[in-house]
């Protein structure tokens, strides 16, 4: 049986016959079939069901005259991302926000919330930030498709015709990167917090931990701003006219 966390336990405990018969109907034997819901997985599902909640909880207080704080701290976040957008992308970056947004809200909390005794950053294990990447690739080529249609494809061949053929797999090759790319820079940093944190608390267990809590605690809210930052990049590309 695998190491598993007080939540993670109690999700197995209570789903483990039906997430395992729904893996093998998708002809996926899992590797524990008596705990098949993995810590990840469930940090992930945490997580989302508390900003479900928190969200929730702004919509019903919504208010014009005498907004709460829990509203306005969400207001700040819109307008950073707001102002982020616009400054690469440009004008019309309205409809672009609520993905920045959540992806940036959502991968912060996965961050932090490793730093809470009984926890683990979800984003520490390889396949999370890969999701999250994936999600963003597909968005970004999505979004270029319905900026420009097919002619979306230009991009992919260069501004000069003759070289298309050499930009063509050079340009597949770059994009693919960006997976690999936003992938590791957030699963590293992450996986090396966590682990420098866990080591010193093992050594030291009094006082000089707490300065790498505070060191994770940067890295965890930068990480979530650089991948905020490089999806607004790529978007930024796949929406660009050519002049």
């Known amino acids: 049986m695998p190491e598993q966390l007080w ?6 405990h209570l789903f483990a016959s039906p997430v395992t018969a729904l893996l093998r109907t998708m002809h996926i034997e899992p590797k524990y079939p008596a705990a ?11 997580v989302f069901a508390f900003l479900l909640v928190v969200f929730l909880m702004v ?28 400054e690469i992308i440009g004008h019309h ?6 993905f920045f947004a ?20 979800p984003t520490g294990v390889a396949h999370v930030p890969l999701g999250c990447a ?9 979004q270029g498709f319905k900026h420009a249609g ?37 699963w590293a940093n992450i996986f090396a917090g966590d682990l420098v944190t866990l080591v010193f608390f093992s050594m030291i267990p009094i006082g000089v931990p707490i300065i790498f809590l505070g060191l994770h605690l940067v890295v965890a809210v930068l990480q979530a701003y650089v991948f905020m930052l490089l999806s607004i990049i790529y978007v930024s590309g796949a929406v660009a006219e050519e002049h």
Do not use: D
Not at 102 to 121: A, H, K, M, Q, Y
């Open 93 to 98: 970056v309205e409809h672009y926000t609520p």
């Open 36 to 46: 098949p819901i993995a810590n990840s997985f469930a940090m992930e599902l945490l």
């Open 150 to 186: 097919v002619g979306y494809l230009k991009h992919f061949l260069g501004p000069i015709p003759a070289l298309a053929p050499l930009m063509l797999p050079i340009e597949l090759i770059s994009h693919t990167a960006r997976l690999l790319s936003l992938t590791v820079r957030l």
């Open 59 to 86: 919509r019903s207080r919504l208010s014009v005259e005498s907004p709460g704080p829990l509203q306005h701290s969400f207001e700040g976040i819109e307008g950073f991302v707001l102002g982020q957008s616009h």
């Open 102 to 121: 959540i992806v940036f809200i959502f991968i912060l909390i996965c961050n932090l919330i490793g730093l809470i005794p009984g926890f683990e950053s």
């Open 134 to 142: 994936i999600c963003s690739f597909v968005y970004y080529h999505v």
């Open 7 to 12: 939540f993670t336990a109690i999700l197995n």
